[in-house]
């Protein structure tokens, strides 16, 4: 209490002067310069402490959630003309690009110029988010290129075959399409169909959002994108962009009478001087606490090249929002194609036991399947956005015989046993009738538990749930109107939701991390996203996330995997 009591005297102290910086942040007429270069994520990521912040050099990712902050001052400052935002290499998923361009949209319709360049040109993700600005520019000699979306397939069964691996698979869902490229030489009609419902949501929003800049046209918007790509110049006599130019003649192009060219403040400083900064209260308020379930999930985390969610971290994060007092209700940000049947269970009895004592929300970000959904179906209400993929309720696990593989090495293998299956999960040899039994009927019993979970979190009769997982991915809006989830919106309408059902009022989200020692070092984080940009320069980034996600899982727990095939070939296996 007397650290607030002296620093809102601090404050009083400087009000002035802080009433001057704000009231002249920006000259009359000019534009807040906003640069997205890097990656993009929903919230902003915790900070790092202690000796982690003197080592850890690396920029942290800019957020929706503080885009969103910059964007509402823009819209309440009337010395503002609006944002000119430069889009250079940005990396966002298809939920945080959605919730990215809402908030864009949002300070256009708030009567605020908003303004893209695209110095490199233009793919999907950037005309779909450019499309929110009033006007958009393209550097000159650039492709504009938005061509709609594909996937690929790889299948591996004739390559498995002829160096000698059999792949044993035990899949339950019709629509559960993880192990395929291991079984089959071409897509099933199956997976044909529920991705071709996924990409179609996809092109839909983006056809939706280029309409905007002919009118709402949805037949020119399409051709747009059927007829794609086009040069610069192209672009611009179609009307898909406005304009062409480097970027030192932007500043002319916006420039209004009488002045020549346009004035700017970048977002930083803008954001310093504007952000108000109210008195700190003597008492601590009340807040959301924000749980991330971010990355396959694993039991264990000793390699990594990427995000994991870890069960022992999360289940952590969960028990500290659980006995906090500050903490009135929590969302689970989920972010996660899923993994470990026997961690996504446990998480889930964690969210379980939360949940009876907090409101307890989940938003599902980018991909919450399989794994990820049987984690969020505990929650009192799920949010989503459109695009996100969930669903995908069914079980997979898959077993590899190397015999042939080890007979064409020359080796040969003997074996010692005592117990009749003491050497089932060998890859050595394939397995006995017997023993395929008693792991098919493992897979089934999962497969139900996984249906009663959803079917108990829903409030559903089983029969019900079951005709909806069959392993089965679905975007948001194909999940809400089969009852998977309650809302569509982005991370800060869940925050809301949160907010009303803790029932004091509009709440702050703050990020509930696990106790301090947890994760690799910064150092060895940084070697391994080097190894895996290095290991991604080659076309090898999916093969080694795959087989470490194998290593992070024991050799017979089976797997809540959705496999998210894209013109990249990404894709979660389980090796072991």
């Excluded at 902050?69 to 939920?95: W, Y």
């Excluded at 004739?158 to 792949?167: D, K, N, Q, T």
Aim: proline content about 6%.
């Amino acid at each position: 209490m007397l650290r607030s009591v002296l620093t809102n005297l601090f404050l009083l102290l400087v009000l002035p002067l802080r009433w001057l910086r704000r009231s002249f942040a920006i000259p009359k007429g000019g534009y807040v310069v906003l640069d997205l270069d890097g990656p993009v994520v929903d919230n902003l990521p915790s900070r790092p402490r202690g000796l982690a912040r003197i080592l850890r050099r690396v920029r942290p990712p800019l957020s929706v959630t503080r885009v969103r902050e910059l964007c509402e001052l823009i819209a309440a400052d009337v010395r503002a003309a609006g944002l000119f935002v430069r889009l250079d290499g940005f990396a966002a998923g298809p939920s945080v690009l959605a919730s990215l361009r809402k908030v864009f949209a949002n300070l256009r319709d708030a009567g605020k110029e908003v303004v893209f360049y695209l110095p490199m040109g233009a793919d999907n993700d950037t005309m779909y988010l450019a499309s929110a600005g009033r006007r958009v520019v393209v550097g000159p000699e650039t492709l504009v290129a938005p061509i709609g979306y594909a996937a690929t397939g790889r299948y591996l069964r004739r390559a498995l075959a002829e160096i000698g691996v059999e792949p044993e698979v035990f899949a339950r869902g019709t629509y559960k399409s993880a192990a395929e490229p291991l079984v089959r030489d071409a897509m099933s009609e199956a997976q044909r169909e529920q991705l071709g419902e996924v990409l179609g949501a996809r092109h839909d929003a983006l056809v939706g959002a280029l309409a905007e800049r002919c009118g709402g046209d949805m037949t020119v918007a399409s051709r747009w994108v059927d007829e794609a790509p086009y040069r610069a110049s192209r672009a611009a006599e179609l009307g898909l962009v406005d304009a062409v130019a480097y970027e030192d003649d932007v500043t002319t192009l916006l420039g209004k009478e009488p002045g020549p060219t346009a004035r700017w403040v970048s977002a930083g400083h803008y954001f310093a001087a504007r952000l108000p900064r109210g008195f700190r209260p003597l008492l601590p308020r009340p807040v959301v606490g924000l749980v991330e379930v971010h990355g396959p999930i694993v039991s264990r985390g000793r390699f990594s090249l990427g995000k994991l969610a870890v069960e022992d971290r999360v289940v952590r994060a969960l028990r500290a929002a659980r006995s906090s007092r500050r903490i009135a209700a929590v969302v689970l940000h989920i972010d996660s194609p899923g993994g470990s049947a026997v961690a996504s269970d446990r998480i889930h009895h964690e969210v379980e036991l939360l949940a009876k004592e907090k409101p307890v929300v989940a938003y599902l970000s980018n991909v919450a399947a399989s794994g990820g959904y049987y984690v969020a179906a505990a929650a009192r209400v799920i949010v989503a956005e459109p695009q996100v993929i969930t669903g995908s309720i069914g079980v997979v696990s898959a077993h590899f015989v190397l015999r042939g593989l080890l007979e064409k090495l020359g080796v040969s293998t003997d074996v010692v046993k005592r117990g009749a299956r003491a050497d089932l999960f060998s890859p050595v040899r394939p397995l006995e009738a017997s023993e395929r039994a008693v792991l098919e009927s493992e897979v089934d019993a999962f497969y139900r538990t996984f249906v009663g979970v959803v079917a108990r979190g829903r409030g559903r009769p089983f029969e019900d749930i079951e005709k909806l997982a069959q392993g089965r991915i679905y975007s948001g809006t194909e999940a809400r109107a089969r009852g998977l989830v309650d809302e569509l919106g982005g991370l800060s309408d869940a925050v809301a939701r949160a907010s009303t059902l803790a029932g004091v009022g509009p709440l702050e989200p703050r990020l509930v991390t696990p106790p301090r020692g947890e994760g690799p070092p910064p150092a060895a984080a940084r070697v391994a996203r080097a190894a895996l940009s290095a290991l991604g320069a080659l076309g090898l980034s999916p093969w080694a996330e795959r087989a470490l996600l194998g290593l992070n899982l024991g050799p017979s727990e089976r797997v809540l995997v959705y496999e998210p095939w894209g013109s990249d070939g990404r894709t979660w296996l389980d090796t072991r």
